[in-house]
């Protein structure tokens, strides 16, 4: 499958290309590129004759001599590295005397909280270091006994504490969303389990997801 570049032919041995976007497949392999950004990436095999090949995907790096890429820290993976540290200033008291390396629910915490970022959602800030305590989101309260974290949803203080829509409202809109939560981290390949009566989920471990990035 032929594939249109974004700036011109890929990398010439002997010359120095900077880090860039590329179309990798599988296994690292250039197959595109070099491309200003993901999305021009995106379109370039959007836009190609169609031609049925293995999945490709934007990546970001140099390319090496032998046509693999070597992968590098791009602006969009600042950035989210930047949001995910917002997002676990977040976690409530009960975790400043877990949360050290030697601790395995230190890792647990930081991929729960990863996955619930990528999916769009913020945390509530349980311990109001943020002037955004009232405005809900997702709790992670450590389970040391469970050997994992506890996952619920809070909502607004509006309907949490002000109960403006009625009682009944309040606890079904926390029932829809602990298990849409739940659900988002199954399918991100979490092992989970309902927490007692509540609606909230007891997550003990992850699986190991495809794709991951090997960095250099």
Known sequence: MSLSS??????V?????????????????VLAGPFG????????ELS????????LYPAHGIRRDDGTLASRFSPDDRAWLAHLSDQLDRLADDWDA?????DPLTGLVCEVAAAVAEAGLPLHDCAGRTD??????VCLTPAPGGHGVLVSWTQHDRMALGR?????????????MN???????????FELEQFGEASGHLVRGAGSPSGLTEWE
């Open 6 to 11: 974004g700036h011109g032919p890929g990398r």
């Open 13 to 29: 041995a002997g010359t120095t290309v900077p880090s860039a976007w590329w179309l990798v497949d599988a296994d690292q392999r």
């Open 37 to 44: 950004s993901r999305l021009d990436a995106a379109l370039a």
């Open 48 to 55: 190609s004759p169609g031609v049925e090949v293995a999945p």
């Open 98 to 102: 877990l949360i050290d390396d030697a």
């Open 132 to 137: 955004s305590r009232q405005l809900g989101g």
């Open 164 to 176: 403006v829509r009625g009682h009944a409202a309040d606890l079904a809109a926390q029932e829809v």
């Open 179 to 189: 298990h849409a939560i739940a659900g988002v981290l199954a399918a991100f390949g």
